[in-house]
């Protein structure tokens, strides 16, 4: 299988741009600084910046937050954040990763503003379609930490950039410390982007957190993340459980940042099976794998390991993937790629 996993064209929906660094990449950003005289402290810290198996400095989702701010550092200049979109991008298509929608909070640096910032990165796409045959999307986020007034002003660019690149920016979503702020706050600049077409993708019960649960299902998002808290045996309640089931609303799996984070206690009890059984649309992602040290590839073997499905569940889980994705009128095409590459195995 192991081969089967790594071989097989495969889709990316939920990775975030700077929690997806890799080491080398992050080498090769900070032999960028060194090349053009910037000085960059990012040396002391880059070995902490991956999170390893029952790491004691893991006690919850909200630990993992410190992280991203080593890369995030790496990625404050324009020169640097495209190469870090490049090179991250790269290493999906190396290892067969045929469309993905890479996901990042647009912010103001000394160096570059927020629309500097969108700009940059749907650079680093149009460039990288050039190089190799991914193909790459941006979905702009809005982290719930910030306040109404910013996250309003970058669903405004996300509208402009969106006006300007439809090929590009396809969607937005909510990310961030879960235990901050209230969706119910940002839902009218959600509604907002819906309207300008748009497509939503929401982190939806991280935590548990009936309430804002049965908000989000109710705004009727294209997707949600992680889904985690939302089955009575993980922390939800019959009325999130069936308001999930009833919406077949997509569910972006991450299983390896559920154990990494502590949301899961392990893969065997991961709420996969559950969302599998109830036949909701489930998508396998890596959500950051540059902090998660994984891929996208071991998280479909992981998957496949676990919960024991065959070669053609997984092709089944892939080709399914397809229907959700935010571009218009590339289903045919990827189902086409898929299929070519798994009847000539
Ligand atoms: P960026 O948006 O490219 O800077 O990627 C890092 C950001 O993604 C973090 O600051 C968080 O806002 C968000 N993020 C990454 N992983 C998670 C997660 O597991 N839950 C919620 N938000 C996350
Ligand atoms: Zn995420």
């Given at each position: 299988?192991?081969?089967?996993?790594?071989?097989?064209?495969?889709?990316?929906?939920?990775?975030?741009?700077?929690?997806?660094?890799?080491?080398?990449?992050?080498?090769?950003?900070?032999?960028?600084?060194?090349?053009?005289?910037?000085?960059?402290?990012?040396?002391?810290?880059?070995?902490?910046?991956?999170?390893?198996?029952?790491?004691?400095?893991?006690?919850?989702?909200?630990?993992?937050?410190?992280?991203?701010?080593?890369?995030?550092?790496?990625?404050?200049?324009?020169?640097?954040?495209?190469?870090?979109?490049?090179?991250?991008?790269?290493?999906?298509?190396?290892?067969?990763?045929?469309?993905?929608?890479?996901?990042?909070?647009?912010?103001?640096?000394?160096?570059?503003?927020?629309?500097?910032?969108?700009?940059?990165?749907?650079?680093?796409?149009?460039?990288?379609?050039?190089?190799?045959?991914?193909?790459?999307?941006?979905?702009?986020?809005?982290?719930?930490?910030?306040?109404?007034?910013?996250?309003?002003?970058?669903?405004?660019?996300?509208?402009?950039?969106?006006?300007?690149?439809?090929?590009v920016v396809v969607g937005v979503e909510l990310s961030g410390d879960p235990t901050v702020g209230k969706f119910s706050d940002f839902l009218p600049a959600f509604s907002r982007a819906r309207e300008a077409g748009l497509k939503v993708t929401l982190h939806c019960g991280e935590i548990c957190n009936v309430e804002e649960i049965l908000e989000m299902i109710e705004f009727n998002p294209d997707r949600i993340g992680h889904g985690t808290c939302i089955h009575p045996d993980y922390g939800g309640t019959a009325e999130t459980w069936s308001a999930l089931c009833e919406s077949k609303i997509p569910v972006e799996v991450c299983l390896t940042s559920n154990i990494k984070t502590k949301s899961s206690p392990d893969y065997s009890s991961h709420h996969f099976k559950k969302l599998y059984e109830a036949n909701i649309p489930v998508i396998i992602c890596t959500d950051d794998k540059g902090v998660f040290i994984t891929s996208l590839s071991q998280e479909h073997q992981i998957c496949a390991d676990t919960f024991n499905l065959d070669e053609s569940e997984m092709v089944k889980i892939t080709l399914q993937a397809c229907n959700f994705v935010f571009a218009e009128g590339l289903k045919d095409t990827l189902q086409k790629r898929i299929n070519d590459v798994m009847c000539k195995n």
């Amino acid at each position: 299988m192991n081969n089967f996993c790594r071989n097989m064209p495969k889709i990316e929906l939920h990775a975030h741009l700077n929690g997806s660094i890799s080491q080398p990449t992050m080498l090769k950003l900070m032999r960028y600084y060194a090349d053009s005289g910037i000085e960059d402290k990012s040396n002391a810290f880059i070995n902490e910046f991956q999170i390893g198996a029952g790491d004691s400095r893991i006690l919850s989702i909200i630990d993992c937050f410190q992280f991203v701010t080593i890369a995030q550092s790496l990625t404050r200049f324009p020169e640097a954040l495209k190469l870090a979109t490049l090179l991250t991008l790269q290493e999906f298509h190396e290892e067969g990763c045929i469309y993905i929608e890479l996901r990042s909070t647009p912010r103001n640096t000394q160096y570059m503003t927020m629309k500097q910032y969108i700009e940059t990165i749907i650079e680093a796409i149009r460039e990288s379609s050039l190089q190799i045959t991914l193909v790459s999307k941006y979905i702009i986020s809005i982290d719930r930490r910030s306040a109404i007034s910013e996250a309003e002003k970058i669903i405004n660019l996300a509208i402009d950039s969106h006006k300007q690149h439809q090929d590009v920016v396809v969607g937005v979503e909510l990310s961030g410390d879960p235990t901050v702020g209230k969706f119910s706050d940002f839902l009218p600049a959600f509604s907002r982007a819906r309207e300008a077409g748009l497509k939503v993708t929401l982190h939806c019960g991280e935590i548990c957190n009936v309430e804002e649960i049965l908000e989000m299902i109710e705004f009727n998002p294209d997707r949600i993340g992680h889904g985690t808290c939302i089955h009575p045996d993980y922390g939800g309640t019959a009325e999130t459980w069936s308001a999930l089931c009833e919406s077949k609303i997509p569910v972006e799996v991450c299983l390896t940042s559920n154990i990494k984070t502590k949301s899961s206690p392990d893969y065997s009890s991961h709420h996969f099976k559950k969302l599998y059984e109830a036949n909701i649309p489930v998508i396998i992602c890596t959500d950051d794998k540059g902090v998660f040290i994984t891929s996208l590839s071991q998280e479909h073997q992981i998957c496949a390991d676990t919960f024991n499905l065959d070669e053609s569940e997984m092709v089944k889980i892939t080709l399914q993937a397809c229907n959700f994705v935010f571009a218009e009128g590339l289903k045919d095409t990827l189902q086409k790629r898929i299929n070519d590459v798994m009847c000539k195995n």
